[in-house]
């Protein structure tokens, strides 16, 4: 519910403001406000999650969502959206999904055995993958009948997330923290422990960093060329339609995986995998062919993320979750926004052929890297050794980057 109802607003949103203002660039920066709120929360919000009852604050961030969005209903009702009420709610909601996120996570861990975490993992990716695939269409059409109906419909289905979670009687309520969750030490902790395990550090940056801006360049190469440079709509929501089904596939796939393939081996499989269909791409512009080939990627990126995600879930320390996840969004996140405009270089500079060259070779050395990268040793996952990220120096971390990661 809470998925179906970010995606209800945010088609919702822009064009509210566009119905009310008349100005694209004011639509576009609710997208960028939005973004930037959700960047600057991300290491806060991991420390926050990892301070409290994580049940406890999933409930309290739902009441407040829900609040603010229902106040933009009633006033879009009224006849009354100024512009600052509608960036504050997309500011307020990118903040408090920032925390939920975290705080979710940490209490499937505490619900779900580990030897179903990932199976849990997969579900709820492919709960979110049909959100983003039917949410747009849905919100567009409430938004026809009136534009106050996507943001009460979305506050409905908060307060419905509510009364779930209160039926809710797990608690995932981590141990007590040696000092303030709001210091310099707590919000660069979980980056710490990312940066001190080579397998996860090079992952996080390669696959996640690397591999996220460039899937995303491609996405808007094969967007523009299938929409003969924005002049088919048809083409161009073809190709989204079709990379969107192809993220549901892989998550509904991913239980199926064999449990002898290692996040490891599916993450270098994935980047090899990418190159190859950026490579195939050269050689035509169909759109039917761009958007299987775009979905085939995201359906092996979708698989092999779960696997990642998963694993990584389980090798965080329990107290400190939160902040994990949470650095390890950052971290992924970091350069993704940037992936369009390199994409639309690239396409305005050279067209489509040598953009998805160019791009193919980025997956190519991504490949490279991520197949050299040394292995997580096999043992005991790194919940078993709770000292371990106290006892290490943030600080290489804590000056150089305070970056996402998705």
């Known amino acids: 519910m809470t998925a179906l109802g970010s995606q209800l607003t945010a088609i919702a949103l822009p064009l509210l403001v566009l119905r009310e203002t008349g100005s694209a660039v004011q639509a576009g920066a609710v997208g960028s406000v939005a973004v930037a709120a959700l960047l600057v929360s991300m290491l806060p919000a991991g420390a926050l999650a990892d301070a409290v009852e ?15 969005v229902g106040s933009l209903a009633v006033a879009v009702l009224l006849g009354h959206s100024p512009l600052a009420l509608v960036m504050l709610v997309a500011v307020a909601n990118a903040a408090i999904s920032s925390l939920v996120g975290p705080a979710a996570l940490g209490l499937l861990r505490a619900v779900v055995p580990a030897d179903r975490l990932a199976a849990a993992s997969a579900r709820l990716q492919a709960r979110s993958s049909a959100a983003r695939l039917i949410g747009p269409l849905v919100g567009g059409a409430l938004f026809a009948v009136h534009p106050a109906l996507p943001f009460a419909a979305e506050a409905a289905g908060l307060l419905l997330c509510v009364a779930c979670l209160a039926g809710v009687r797990t608690r995932s309520a981590p141990g007590p923290s040696a000092g303030s969750p709001f210091s310099r030490r707590e919000f660069t902790a979980g980056i710490a422990f990312l940066w001190g395990r080579p397998f996860l550090r090079t992952v996080l940056l390669v696959f996640g960093l690397g591999m996220n801006a460039a899937f995303s ?3 808007f190469v094969s967007l523009a060329a299938a929409s003969d440079g924005g002049r088919s709509g048809v083409g161009g929501g073809t190709v989204v ?3 969107s089904a192809g993220a549901l596939a892989g998550a509904l796939l991913a239980p199926r995986v064999p449990a002898r393939l290692r996040p490891g081996l599916l993450i270098a499989g994935t980047c090899w995998a990418c190159a190859a269909a950026a490579g195939l791409m ?9 958007g299987l080939l775009s979905g085939l990627s995201l359906a092996l990126a979708t698989v092999a993320g779960i696997g990642f995600n998963s694993s990584l ?9 939160g902040r994990v996840q949470s650095a390890a969004g950052l971290l992924s996140s ?5 992936g369009p405009l390199a994409g639309g270089a690239l396409f305005a500079a050279w067209g489509p052929a040598p953009a998805y060259g160019v791009l193919g070779a980025v997956f190519l050395v991504c490949a490279v890297l991520v197949s050299a990268a040394r292995s997580e040793p096999r043992g005991a996952p790194a919940a078993a050794r709770p000292e371990e990220p106290e006892a290490r120096d943030a600080a290489p971390w804590s000056a150089a ?6």
């Open 282 to 290: 050269t050689l035509s512009q169909g759109v039917w062919y761009l």
């Open 313 to 321: 879930l389980l090798a965080s320390p329990e107290h400190m979750v």
């Open 401 to 406: 980057r305070e970056q996402p990661l998705a």
């Open 54 to 68: 994580r049940r406890r604050l999933m409930l309290w961030c739902d009441v407040g969502s829900a609040a603010v």
């Open 217 to 219: 360049a491609l996405m």
């Open 334 to 338: 970091l350069v993704q926004p940037l």
């Open 241 to 243: 339609s079709l990379t």
